[in-house]
């Protein structure tokens, strides 16, 4: 388990001072994927680099099973780096080592046997589906194969927990995903903790179990991904996840019903359902809705006919089937 107690970091070179990050609280289980996510610049980077101690905080401390890491001298610092490995945007491979010496750097800094290390790195490799590229060169890669090459090198040393840095930020779409899964599968094969630094919501929907939200150098909302999803209290989260639609201001006053789901039902046609049921037509006039784990999750404005008594039928089924629905306006804020 990891915990942050009122941790900061400060940068200051006598003219210019700058608060990274503030006061920040927070506890990530083990087993745990967990997220953070906020704007560039809000201090996302700085926070993880603090977790593993490779940026000193200021104040606060950084307790790892159970050990306080501003408390320990800088060799078992080091000794204790080696359960937290790190994956990045740019890869960091070494571009004049081939695949398998990559993964086995990390071993031989460890002091792992040439044969034993080779045998690691063989396997690793086999995890993420580059047994055949063993003796390729990284320029010889694609980014995604890259950064499959950087995940078996962060696991070389069975940590306990893979630090990702923005580790999808340079990818496409569909690499991104396929590295994504790799991740989960990590996860839940070899048990590995995985914390995840993004500006994506759709990475934290993908795979992350928490997340916790940070704006301005603070943490402003954390909790289950899928309420945080569904519910966003802080302004930044509501920019992130609900974004502002200009079609949708222009169109305020009409008479609008928001629709939220919160998982607690499958994934379903339901506004097909809804029109034929009630023999009515409904305008869907803005979505946010994710289907994770087979469930729904999200909001959507729907326009509903001024008739009271299509109004009453719309409502009854939407209450048959569950859905939480607001009589509101139809901006997203």
Not at 203 to 231: H, L, M, W, Y
Request: glycine share 6%; aromatic share 4%; with cysteine.
């Amino acid at each position: 388990m990891i915990e942050l107690k009122h941790l900061s970091k400060v940068y200051d070179n006598g003219k210019t001072r700058v608060e990274a990050i503030r006061d920040i609280n927070l506890t990530i289980e083990d087993g745990d994927i967990f997220g953070i996510i906020g704007l560039s610049g809000a201090g996302k980077s700085t926070l993880i680099r603090c977790i593993n101690f490779l940026e000193k905080p200021t104040e606060g401390q950084v307790i790892f099973d159970g050990v306080d890491l501003g408390a320990i001298s800088h060799k078992e610092l080091l000794k204790k780096r080696q359960d937290m490995s790190m994956i990045f945007q740019s890869f960091n491979l070494l571009s004049q080592r081939t695949v398998i010496d990559n993964v086995c750097f990390p071993l031989e800094i460890a002091g792992t046997g040439k044969k034993e290390a080779r045998k690691r790195a063989t396997e690793l490799l086999e995890v993420v589906g580059l047994s055949d590229k063993q003796k390729s060169y990284p320029v010889q890669l694609s980014g995604g194969q890259q950064q499959r090459v950087a995940i078996a090198r962060a696991l070389a040393t069975n940590p306990k927990v893979l630090l990702c840095d923005e580790a999808t930020s340079a990818l496409d779409p569909n690499t991104t995903s396929s590295i994504l899964n790799l991740l989960k599968e990590i996860n839940r094969t070899m048990g590995v903790t995985i914390i995840v630094i993004t500006h994506e919501m759709r990475v934290i929907e993908q795979i992350c179990n928490k997340v916790a939200v940070i704006d301005s150098s603070r943490i402003v909302e954390e909790g289950p991904v899928k309420e945080v999803f569904t519910a966003p209290k802080s302004q930044i989260a509501k920019q992130l996840i609900l974004p502002k639609n200009d079609f949708v201001q222009e169109v305020e006053g009409l008479n609008c019903l928001r629709l939220v789901f919160d998982g607690t039902s499958a994934f379903e046609p339901v506004i097909s359902s809804l029109s034929r049921e009630c023999d009515t037509d409904v305008n869907i006039i803005w979505a946010n809705t994710k289907s994770i784990e087979g469930r729904t999750y999200g909001q959507m404005i729907i326009q509903i006919p001024e008739e009271k008594e299509k109004e009453t039928a719309i409502k009854a089924y939407l209450d048959s089937k569950k859905i939480t629905y607001k009589e509101e306006g139809i901006n997203v804020e």
